[in-house]
């Protein structure tokens, strides 16, 4: 993982940590919320891999960033069903907001390096 990008590094190891958490839902919101969730964070990880990859960069990290926004809620659905400890959510908000920091900031590189 050490060749990878900062940011699809946090997404991964934020996936494999989701993962664990999901299989200890209920196993009815197993089946309901855990694709859903795991959807999300694919959708996440396609638009990084289409910024590094792709040529409309600020366009895919922008869908990248909507959609985290979208899986930060899901999670606070979890939580608020009591499927994640307040503990647990408070670690994946923090995960997320870290990888929301490293969007931004490869957002704001690329609009910089398309005005000079």
């Not at 664990?20 to 990084?48: C, N, V, W």
């Not at 608020?80 to 931004?104: E, F, K, P, V």
Request: aromatic share 8%.
């Amino acid at each position: 993982m050490s060749e990878e990008l900062a940011v699809i590094d946090a997404a991964y190891g934020f996936g494999v940590w989701l993962d664990a958490q999901i299989e200890r839902f209920p196993k009815a919101s197993q089946h309901r919320l855990g694709p859903l969730l795991a959807a999300r964070l694919t959708g996440i990880m396609d638009q990084l891999l289409l910024a590094k990859f792709g040529k409309e960069k600020t366009e895919a990290l922008t869908q990248a960033a909507l959609q985290l926004e979208q899986l930060r809620f899901q999670l606070r659905l979890c939580r608020d069903r009591r499927y994640l400890s307040n503990g647990s959510h408070l670690a994946a908000t923090q995960q997320l907001s870290d990888i929301s920091r490293q969007i931004q900031g490869w957002r704001r590189f690329c609009d910089r390096a398309r005005f000079q």
